[in-house]
């Protein structure tokens, strides 16, 4: 007997994947705003920090990189209440998503700041800036303008990542594709729509990085 498609099923889940695409959005920008922090302090302590600091932020990067974030994530959720810390699923999610955009964007960053002249620095020597003041005002801009399309294209893949912050019970997308596939049993159109809509939300989200890159950095960032 041939397969049937009916999407008209999914119709009464609509405010459960609605719910699951906003904390999909919701854990994006917090990991991808606190990430791209996390990693131009990284960057920063890897290239014009103290040199006791290079070592542990090294440490973290190699580790983070070299580990699944699948680990990560149930590291700090049902790790870490081992050593009292206790998070809640989108707390332990936003910060699993932050520590390892983290540790790449920081990657990233580092080769944008390498490709900065020297003479830059020895400018802003002789305006008697302090060194970090020179990182911030002359070196960083250029750097991230530079390094804009590599750093978006990473923020994309860690959004689409986030699928597997359902195993630690944040209700994301995944999380409500699996939802109600448990209760319908028509996994195929679930799991169809839940596919189109992460699609979409890759192009609307590296639309957005491209615009705000536009807007921060003008024709310099594609």
Request: charged residues 15%; proline residues 4%; glycine residues 8%.
């Amino acid at each position: 007997m041939a397969y049937r498609l009916d999407f008209q099923s999914l119709a009464g889940y609509a405010p459960v994947l609605a719910k699951g695409l906003g904390v999909t959005v919701e854990l994006i920008a917090v990991g991808a705003v606190a990430g791209v922090a996390i990693g131009i302090a990284a960057a920063w302590a890897r290239t014009e920090g103290p040199r006791w600091l290079r070592p542990l932020v090294t440490a973290y990067v190699e580790l983070i990189r070299n580990t699944p974030f699948l680990i990560q994530l149930f590291f700090i959720f049902f790790g870490l209440p081992a050593l009292g810390v206790q998070l809640a699923e989108m707390q332990a999610a936003c910060l699993a998503m932050a520590v390892n955009l983290g540790a790449y964007s920081a990657e990233i960053i580092r080769a944008g700041i390498a490709a900065t002249p020297r003479g830059q620095y020895e400018a802003g020597a002789s305006l008697a800036m302090t060194r970090m003041e020179v990182f911030r005002h002359i070196i960083l801009k250029p750097a991230l303008s530079r390094i804009w399309p590599a750093l978006s294209s990473q923020i994309v893949i860690v959004m689409l990542g986030s699928a597997v912050c359902s195993q630690i019970a944040a209700e994301d997308l995944s999380f409500a594709a699996n939802f109600i596939q448990s209760r319908n049993f028509r996994a195929f159109e679930v799991y169809i729509v839940a596919t189109a809509i992460y699609l979409l939300l890759a192009i609307v989200l590296r639309q957005v990085l491209r615009l705000l890159g536009r807007h921060l950095f003008g024709r310099t960032a594609r």
